[in-house]
């Protein structure tokens, strides 16, 4: 049931329908959308806080939208501030092992493992 | 400049190495003045989340001990404030957000572990808005920074903890990191310098990701001359981070003397438009007409995409946040919510109580922006329109070797004032977003005071050019006392 599946269409127009509503102001996501963009992203969000959420993100979605007017046939995306190549390594241990200084910090572990809520039942 | 028998708060790492060196006193007697600063001002300000005073005193000892010894490092008994997302061993690392709230950092950051080499002495971890998203220092989940030049006042952001504290004479040199302005806007908001070093220069290692192509680590320091002093130390290649440098570290103390004479300076036009405030604009042109009369050339340059800057930040940033965040899900450290009903319910409840509104926004952005349909047309899009950017630096450099400006549209600004509106708050970084996006090195100097409250001068250069930015911001703190004013109450 939480598979990542976006559920607009591609060819929708992203804020078509915030436009046609109300020129004044953009409403470019519904809170379908939201609420589907939170569960991709595992976020729960508080019923208190999901209409600001639907508004700012609204708004942020419509401001990087002024991108989509930018002439950029034939270039190539940035991906790498230096436009430099990732460097490789071998493939060695360099590292201790330090599995017992790490786990200090987690909520909940035996004999070494994470646990977690059980996922097969 | 030259005063050297002031307090030992107001005085510079500089002068206080000299101090230090020439016996005039020690380490400890220096760390315990500098403790007492923290005591008085820590609530008003509310700049540190943690204060390590017991293990700074014992490394103030130490300290002593090796200079006794004639085995004294860089920066050996010298106070440091590192901003709380650089991982320190031992002590708590929370990046100003509850879902690390109770984290203790197994290691020690290489910007951390290389100033703790040369001597330094740490006094604890400065407050920063939530995983360094923001531009206030209002989205820390311990409360926002106060800026010491008006306690009403934000400090700026995310490194506002860092500049409220060197503003405010507790330290005279603290940590801090740089997405999109992060260091130089707070520099400017408080009257202190901030250095933001190329992308790659400094080693990432141990600083917790925010966007892993634009997180840059540098300072906050009250004179250029400390900046390098520091700059020289936690520079340099770390095999420990991928996108680390292999690039020689030039002396940057003795490149400090290099005069103004010859020097071509590019003022962008798109950065002196009608979201500048007038007088902001008035102290920038008059530090720039300072460093013409000291022999440098001044020419109008364009940087043509300088308005898609902050758009394609936020389709950037975010998109990267979303993916470096997702390793915050109550399993392996921080926060958990309790008596989850599933792992799902695990993940959604243990993040969505541990992460702050703007977090929350900004991780959504990032999921939204690479999610099926969308990738093409936002994140693709945007890293197009950052290569243009990019290459407009590119073809400006060809014509200059620094390029001068406002470093933020306004002075300080309230807190709470632009918290209603992100777009508002995100446009306070037009001038400083470029240099992250294009992997530039950038500084924010001093210049002067509008209304009682510092203005910025930031100066960008090309990739690895250093040098050439802080000799240039170096001679003019040589012309000018800007920087030695203090707020009123923290004298």
């Given at each position: 049931m939480h598979?990542?599946?976006?559920?607009?269409?591609?060819?929708?127009?992203?804020?078509?329908?915030?436009?046609?509503?109300?020129?004044?102001?953009?409403?470019?996501l519904?809170?379908?959308q939201?609420?589907?963009?939170?569960?991709?992203?595992?976020?729960?969000?508080?019923d208190?806080?999901?209409?600001?959420v639907?508004?700012k993100?609204?708004?942020?979605?419509?401001?990087?939208?002024?991108?989509?007017a930018?002439?950029?046939?034939?270039?190539l995306?940035?991906?790498?501030?230096?436009?430099?190549?990732q460097?490789l390594?071998?493939?060695?241990?360099?590292?201790?092992?330090?599995?017992?200084?790490?786990?200090?910090?987690?909520p909940?572990?035996?004999n070494g493992?994470?646990?977690?809520?059980?996922?097969i039942? | 400049?030259g005063?050297?028998?002031?307090?030992?708060?107001?005085r510079?790492?500089?002068?206080?190495?000299?101090?230090l060196?020439?016996?005039?006193?020690?380490s400890?007697?220096?760390?315990?003045?500098?403790?007492?600063?923290?005591?008085?001002?820590?609530?008003?300000?509310?700049?540190?989340i943690?204060?390590?005073?017991?293990a700074?005193?014992?490394?103030?000892?130490?300290?002593?001990?090796?200079?006794?010894?004639?085995?004294?490092?860089?920066?050996?008994?010298?106070?440091?404030v590192?901003?709380?997302?650089?991982?320190?061993?031992?002590?708590l690392?929370?990046?100003?957000?509850?879902?690390?709230?109770?984290?203790?950092s197994?290691?020690?950051?290489?910007?951390?572990?290389r100033?703790?080499a040369?001597?330094?002495v740490?006094?604890?971890?400065?407050?920063?808005d939530?995983f360094?998203?923001?531009?206030?220092?209002?989205?820390?989940?311990?409360?926002?920074?106060?800026?010491?030049?008006?306690?009403?006042?934000?400090?700026g952001?995310?490194?506002?903890?860092s500049?409220?504290?060197?503003?405010?004479?507790?330290v005279?040199a603290?940590?801090?990191?740089?997405?999109?302005?992060s260091?130089?806007?707070p520099?400017?908001?408080?009257?202190?310098?901030?250095l933001?070093?190329t992308?790659?220069r400094?080693?990432?290692?141990?600083?917790?990701?925010?966007?892993?192509?634009?997180?840059?680590?540098?300072?906050?320091t009250?004179?250029?001359?400390?900046?390098?002093l520091?700059?020289?130390?936690?520079?340099?290649?770390?095999?420990r981070?991928?996108t680390?440098?292999?690039?020689?570290?030039?002396?940057?103390?003795?490149?400090?003397?290099?005069?103004?004479?010859?020097?071509?300076?590019g003022?962008?036009?798109?950065?002196?438009?009608?979201?500048?405030?007038?007088?902001?604009?008035?102290r920038?042109?008059?530090?720039?007409?300072?460093?013409?009369?000291?022999?440098?050339?001044?020419?109008?340059?364009?940087?043509?995409?300088?308005?898609?800057?902050?758009?394609?930040?936020?389709?950037v940033?975010?998109?990267?946040?979303?993916?470096?965040?997702?390793?915050?899900?109550?399993?392996?450290?921080?926060?958990?919510?309790?008596?989850?009903?599933?792992?799902?319910?695990?993940y959604?409840?243990?993040?969505?109580?541990?992460?702050?509104?703007?977090?929350?926004r900004?991780?959504?952005?990032?999921?939204?922006v690479?999610?099926?349909?969308?990738?093409?047309?936002?994140?693709?899009?945007?890293?197009?329109?950052?290569?243009?950017?990019?290459?407009?630096?590119t073809?400006?450099?060809?014509?200059?070797?620094?390029?001068?400006?406002?470093?933020a549209?306004?002075?300080?600004?309230?807190?709470?004032?632009?918290?209603?509106?992100?777009?508002?708050?995100?446009?306070?970084?037009?001038?400083?977003?470029?240099?992250?996006l294009?992997?530039?090195?950038?500084?924010?100097?001093?210049?002067?005071?509008?209304?009682?409250l510092?203005?910025?001068?930031?100066l960008?250069?090309?990739?690895?050019a250093?040098?050439?930015i802080?000799?240039?911001?170096?001679?003019?703190?040589?012309?000018?006392?800007?920087?030695?004013?203090?707020?009123e109450g923290?004298?």
């Amino acid at each position: 049931m939480h598979k990542a599946v976006c559920i607009i269409a591609r060819s929708c127009p992203v804020r078509l329908l915030g436009l046609q509503e109300n020129p004044e102001r953009f409403v470019s996501l519904t809170k379908d959308q939201v609420q589907h963009i939170a569960i991709l992203a595992r976020l729960k969000l508080a019923d208190s806080e999901f209409d600001d959420v639907v508004d700012k993100l609204s708004r942020i979605v419509d401001f990087v939208d002024q991108l989509q007017a930018a002439p950029t046939d034939d270039v190539l995306p940035m991906a790498h501030p230096l436009n430099m190549t990732q460097r490789l390594r071998g493939d060695e241990v360099t590292e201790p092992n330090e599995r017992d200084g790490i786990q200090q910090n987690a909520p909940s572990t035996e004999n070494g493992y994470y646990l977690v809520p059980k996922v097969i039942e | 400049m030259g005063q050297t028998n002031g307090a030992l708060y107001t005085r510079s790492l500089s002068e206080l190495a000299r101090g230090l060196e020439q016996g005039e006193f020690s380490s400890r007697e220096l760390t315990e003045v500098l403790l007492g600063r923290i005591d008085v001002h820590q609530a008003q300000l509310n700049a540190l989340i943690t204060v390590t005073a017991d293990a700074a005193l014992q490394r103030a000892d130490a300290a002593d001990n090796l200079r006794a010894k004639g085995d004294a490092g860089l920066l050996n008994g010298l106070p440091i404030v590192h901003k709380d997302l650089f991982c320190t061993r031992g002590v708590l690392t929370t990046c100003g957000s509850r879902i690390l709230g109770n984290f203790v950092s197994p290691y020690d950051a290489t910007v951390v572990a290389r100033i703790n080499a040369a001597g330094a002495v740490m006094l604890g971890k400065s407050n920063m808005d939530e995983f360094a998203m923001g531009s206030s220092n209002e989205t820390s989940c311990f409360g926002p920074v106060t800026n010491p030049w008006n306690a009403q006042l934000s400090p700026g952001g995310s490194s506002g903890g860092s500049a409220a504290l060197v503003a405010a004479r507790v330290v005279p040199a603290a940590t801090g990191t740089d997405t999109g302005g992060s260091i130089r806007q707070p520099a400017a908001l408080t009257g202190t310098v901030g250095l933001k070093p190329t992308y790659g220069r400094v080693s990432r290692f141990g600083m917790v990701a925010f966007a892993s192509s634009l997180d840059q680590a540098g300072v906050i320091t009250r004179t250029v001359e400390d900046a390098a002093l520091l700059l020289g130390v936690m520079a340099g290649f770390d095999r420990r981070d991928s996108t680390s440098a292999d690039h020689p570290v030039p002396d940057y103390v003795a490149g400090l003397a290099k005069p103004l004479q010859g020097l071509r300076i590019g003022i962008v036009r798109q950065h002196f438009d009608e979201g500048l405030d007038a007088s902001c604009a008035e102290r920038v042109k008059a530090a720039l007409a300072a460093l013409e009369h000291e022999g440098a050339t001044l020419k109008e340059i364009d940087l043509p995409n300088t308005d898609l800057s902050v758009p394609t930040y936020y389709v950037v940033a975010p998109a990267e946040c979303s993916s470096n965040l997702s390793r915050f899900d109550g399993v392996r450290f921080g926060h958990r919510a309790a008596d989850p009903e599933d792992l799902f319910d695990l993940y959604c409840r243990s993040r969505g109580e541990g992460f702050g509104a703007e977090v929350k926004r900004r991780i959504m952005t990032g999921t939204y922006v690479l999610s099926a349909g969308y990738y093409d047309a936002y994140y693709l899009k945007a890293q197009k329109v950052r290569q243009l950017i990019s290459q407009d630096f590119t073809n400006a450099f060809e014509d200059v070797d620094v390029i001068a400006g406002p470093t933020a549209p306004t002075t300080a600004f309230a807190i709470g004032e632009k918290t209603d509106d992100p777009i508002t708050m995100y446009l306070n970084d037009i001038y400083t977003i470029g240099a992250n996006l294009a992997g530039l090195p950038g500084i924010s100097i001093p210049c002067g005071f509008a209304a009682g409250l510092p203005v910025g001068l930031q100066l960008i250069g090309p990739h690895f050019a250093e040098e050439t930015i802080l000799a240039c911001a170096h001679q003019y703190q040589q012309l000018v006392d800007w920087h030695t004013q203090c707020p009123e109450g923290f004298a």
